[in-house]
């Protein structure tokens, strides 16, 4: 059974940066997508970025260039570097993995995580 534990969240004025960490566990054997989504109140969960297996990443077009996905995989942790944040990155920001490829639906993903707020003002 998978779980997935983020961390990180917070608080940060405009412009600023923040790194979210995912830590996986529990992963059989196959190929994992693990995304990030992030929803506010009232909103559809938003797809931010995903990547399989470490070979192929994509983001959305409103984090491209600020945003960046990484990995260390000694501990079975992504990262999401937050840089140059908006007041409309305020978001629940959720880390999600499925088994096979990559998608843009959160409906796709069977394991979710706790999600992480993160404000900025």
């Known amino acids: 059974h998978v779980q997935l534990v983020e961390s990180g969240g917070g608080s940060v004025q405009a412009g600023g940066s923040m790194r979210l960490s995912c830590v996986a566990s529990?992963?059989?054997?196959?190929?994992?997508?693990t995304a990030w989504f992030r929803q506010v109140p009232g909103k559809e969960r938003e797809w931010v970025v995903s990547?399989?297996?470490?070979?192929?990443?994509v983001y959305a077009d409103s984090v491209k260039g600020r945003f960046t996905v990484s990995r260390d995989n000694a501990k079975n942790t992504l990262y999401l570097q937050m840089n140059s944040l908006k007041p409309e990155d305020t978001a629940m920001c959720y880390c999600?993995?499925?088994?096979?490829?990559?998608?843009?639906?959160?409906?796709?993903?069977?394991?979710w995580g706790q999600g992480t707020q993160v404000t900025v003002s």
């Open positions: 529990g992963y059989s054997g196959g190929s994992y997508c």
């Open positions: 990547t399989y297996t470490g070979l192929k990443t």
């Open positions: 999600a993995t499925r088994n096979g490829l990559c998608n843009v639906l959160a409906s796709a993903y069977n394991y």
